[in-house]
């Protein structure tokens, strides 16, 4: 195989993963702008390499076996903001600095981004959102290598619904998303800066300086359930969701341990690594706290964190 100018074998992912954990990729290749992220995850494709593109790493855990293949971070962070509202932007720029840049420009729809970390393109992929709002509903198209064919695709390509897109999928296609085009609506720039800071405020009482990858389950929808919990708040009951976080608590998990992996205490939803905890170790208190949840309300809690790379040795494996 004819190497790429750049490219690392056997790199350590445990830096490039806010949760600090996990083992190495194969291989690995940083993609300063938008040519070399098309060109190398191209490269991979002829080579017949799985290929995974990294952001900020703050929304998975790579599993301490490795990651098999190409792994690309993506540094490809232009935004391209018009007075219009249009805005064509890289997937590798910071999903806080695109809401910035287009405060900037007196355009609002991005508040909810402030405090999340990470890429642009982590963001699309998981469809990120808070308060209520969340990323894909502003796109208008996406530029996407698929098959290592470059093109553009129409929103309705990724999926997209609460925290998902078809490239979570277990069968996903082997596509990156290189940058997308957004048209966003002009607003009041006082509005916009206090609602930013408002979220701001709320989630700096929330989270914990612990290197975490945020919340690490999906909220559950599910109206019987929800009607049934006499502590839910009443809206949440009326819309029938119930946060991951609270089923945690009431299962009594909240500041549960094992080895270096923990349930926040402030959060109970935040999987934190106090201690140079192991993939394995977060990994099997995510498996714990699924079977508790399981056992005492009978519903399945889903991850919003994303487990990379082989994991096949755990297959069946038991809680803790
Ligand atoms: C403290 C904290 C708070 C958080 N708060 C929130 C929140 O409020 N709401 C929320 O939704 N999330 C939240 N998150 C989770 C996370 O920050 C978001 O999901 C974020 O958008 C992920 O971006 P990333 O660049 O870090 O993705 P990464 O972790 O780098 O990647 C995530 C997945 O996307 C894939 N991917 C990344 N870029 C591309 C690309 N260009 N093309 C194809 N695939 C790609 C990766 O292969 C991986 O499968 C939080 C995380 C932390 C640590």
């Not at 790493?57 to 232009?78: E, F």
């Not at 999987?271 to 508790?292: W, Y």
């Amino acid at each position: 195989m004819a190497d790429l100018a750049g490219l690392r074998h056997d790199v350590s992912l445990k830096p490039f993963a806010t949760l600090r954990a996990g083992g190495k990729a194969d291989l690995l290749m940083v993609a300063r702008n938008l040519e070399e992220l098309a060109t190398d995850s191209a490269w991979g494709h002829r080579q017949k390499l799985p290929t995974t593109v990294l952001g900020g790493g703050s929304n998975v855990l790579p599993s301490d076996d490795g990651v098999r293949g190409l792994t690309i971070i993506n540094q490809a962070s232009c935004i391209d903001v018009r007075p219009s509202g249009l805005v064509i932007a890289e997937t590798g720029c910071a999903f806080q600095e695109l809401f910035l840049k287009t405060a900037q420009a007196g355009m609002h729809g991005l508040e909810f981004a402030v405090g999340i970390p990470g890429s642009l393109g982590g963001a699309l992929v998981s469809n990120a959102g808070a308060y209520r709002s969340c990323v894909s509903e502003f796109l208008t198209r996406l530029e996407i290598v698929h098959d290592g064919v470059r093109q553009w695709v129409p929103p309705a390509w990724m999926e997209f619904s609460y925290r998902d897109s078809v490239l979570r999928k277990s069968d996903a296609p082997a596509a990156i998303v290189l940058r997308v085009e957004m048209q966003l609506p002009l607003g009041q720039p006082k509005q916009i800066y206090d609602e930013a800071r408002e979220y701001q405020r709320q989630r700096i009482s929330k989270q914990p300086p612990s290197p975490s990858a945020g919340s690490f389950f999906k909220n559950v929808t599910n109206k019987l359930l929800a009607e049934s919990l006499v502590t839910l708040p009443a809206p949440l009951k009326a819309a029938g969701i119930v946060p991951a976080g609270y089923l945690i608590e009431a299962a009594g998990l909240k500041g549960h341990r094992f080895g270096g992996a923990m349930m926040g205490q402030r959060h109970a939803n935040f999987m934190l690594n106090v201690g140079n905890a192991t993939a394995e170790e977060i990994f099997r208190l995510a498996q714990t706290v699924k079977s508790v949840v399981r056992a005492k309300f009978g519903v399945e809690l889903e991850e919003e964190v994303l487990y990379l790379g082989d994991w096949s040795r755990f297959a069946g494996i038991e809680p803790e």
